[in-house]
């Protein structure tokens, strides 16, 4: 356990203020938390990458604590967050300071159960703090300040009240010396903006590799060996250090520390770039975000897209500009220094409306879109980051939608369909009738994969629960594992809801849904046996939309004509019949008869006497009858359903899987007649059954190169 020790201020000249022994700032090294039987439990909420971690790693297990795993995705949810603190009954959380900002303007009472609450990374939002401590004050709040140089912590500062309009961060935690020195590196007064200096055992010893940048950073003074932070404070009258912005024009952002000079270099070297400046502006509730102001050349000034694409190939993500912003010229102050408070607000940039939205729904969530990220002409379409959206926008983005819509927009949704479209789509879903709840859904996630790569549609054979016979037999085993894949199971399935009345219907129903996944094409559908007549329809529709399919895959499906089709309902109804004396009579009597082998020939004849009294006892349904009366219903529902349905053209491209027991009957089984586009036919061994069950893998192989082939074409 950590002791509590008091943190003392650095020796300096009599010219700075003594040292407050009531000092507050020892909130790092902390109360024990075991008093009144309360165990240390600590979130382990930091990217490994990010020395915060090693506080939350080995400040639990070297004291005996408990190290509870924050996923992201629970992180940037105020919900979710809140949630995961009061189940796993967390004491200690440690946020950067832009996140805690976002969250105690979301839902700041969350906070009130904790213990240990600190935050850190860059300057203090007073009216974040003051909200924190007016609903959800926990029992210690600690800003802490300390670079990755100085171990994780170096200066802290508990908060108990906010005066003014900044927060300092504090005084020097025990076995450290913090000073405030002039360029001459003598010591500046209180009140007197100087650069920051940490000394102590914390410090390291400098950067592998590079001696020149540690010679510069890590100095011999009068003082001792002191690091040199690059960031610019004074001393308060009480003792206490003031964080004033950074010395040199690096930027801290989000926990990062960005170099603007770097994104600038990379920018340069975009056709088009004359020159350019990139800036931190500051947003509401002390967020900010990076934006790129360029000269453009003589040619004209090159689309955002560019731009975004180029700085994408070189930099990492948080030092992807939010904005580009074209000016003629940079606005200079009278001293010759970039302009700052001249320079165009994003907003005042307006972007191209790409399709604009088309429901009412969707333009509320555009309108929130505007709202959040700050910009206008924002379109069905466009993508969330690309507009400049990040983590801590998201968690603003998912307030309003809660607050406007009274929806829980999991922020994980938000990330795999960024769009207008798709965040309206799952609205409208999640607010659709009481009518449409005991009804099935019919997506399936089969298997997620990698959620960067296009997902893939399979509309199976039959029409309940052939789904996991596909998954399990083939696309799981054999297609790969980095493929997301959806199978669309049939409505009704379940008995809890009414079949699809028409082929039309379904269609609609399934390309609806597989758009709250995906809203815009190219997309890969594939279907197997009737299921394909099913992906060719939703091929046609998504064609008529204006919407590309880079692959409709069709397996051993032949093109229905109205005699396929009566041949194939009187199969599905000897079926589906087949299926209920299975349940109802075969099963049944196979079980008595292992009951009546395990008893003696006293205990059968009674066992027979009391079946026989009751009439009907020897053939009633099995576990199973209620699934075979759902499949009986769907068998007879279905041949209307497909009975009424006339094939049409598709303009696409159409490729048949067949086996070659099918393609030695069939041929092209028709599909060359309605696809226009043209037919690719591709011969697999086995026949209908055993090219799945037995040729798993040898066919996966097949589809998964063609499923590549596609995403390459498509590209």
Known sequence: RARRTAARAPKRPAAAPPADPSDGGRGARGTDDSRGGCPTVVAFASNVCFDAATFEIWGALLNGGTLVVTPREVLLSPVALAEHLATHKISVLFLTTSLFNRLAHESPAMFRGLRHLVFGGEAADATSVSLVLDYGKPHRLVNGYGPTETTTFAVCHQIERVTGSSVPIGRPIANTTAYILDPAQQPVPVGVTGELYIGGPGVALGYHGAPELTARRFIETTFGRLYRTGDLARWRADATIDYRGRADEQIKLRGFRIEPGEIEAALRQVPGVADCRVVCRAESAGTARLVAYFIPGIDGAPPEEQLRAAAANTLPAQMIPSA?????????????????????????????????????????????????????????????????????????????????????????????????????????????????????????????????????FLVPGGWGGEVEFLVYGMLKRHLGVDIPIYGLRARGSDGAAAPHENVPEMVADYVAEIRTRQPRGPYLLAGECVGGVIAFEMARLLESQGERVALLALLDTGRPTRRALRSFVAAERREARK??????????????????????????????????????????????????????????????????????????????????ESHRRFGKQGWDKVATGGLDVHVLPGDHVTYIRDHAAATAARLREIIDRANLESL
């Open 579 to 660: 299926r209920l004396w299975q349940a109802r009579v075969r099963q049944p009597l196979r079980d008595h008869l292992t009951k009546l082998s395990r008893l003696s020939a006293g205990e059968k004849f009674k066992y027979i006497w009391e079946r026989a009294s009751r009439s009907r006892s020897w053939t009633q349904p099995s576990e199973s009858a209620a699934d075979a009366d759902g499949e009986r219903k769907l068998a007879t529902d279905y041949p209307k359903l497909l009975l009424g349905y006339k094939i049409g053209a598709y303009g696409g491209r159409v490729t048949l899987l067949i086996p070659e």
């Open 324 to 456: 580009f912003i074209s000016v003629p010229a940079f606005p200079l102050t009278p001293n010759g220094k970039l302009d700052h408070r001249a320079l165009p607000a994003p907003a005042e940039n307006p972007c191209a409306i790409t399709t604009p939205a088309q429901t009412p729904l969707e333009r509320d969530v555009a309108e929130l879109w505007s709202e959040v990220l700050g910009r206008g002409g924002i379109g069905m379409h466009d993508d969330f980051f690309a507009l400049g959206g990040h983590s801590l926008l998201a968690i603003q983005l998912l307030g309003r939608v809660r607050e406007k819509f009274g929806v829980d927009l999991p922020v994980r949704r938000l990330f795999e369909t960024p769009t207008v479209s798709g965040i309206a789509g799952f609205i409208a879903t999640e607010r659709a009738p009481d009518a449409r709840a005991g009804a099935l859904q019919s997506l399936v996630t089969i298997q997620a994969g990698d959620a960067r790569k296009r997902p893939f």
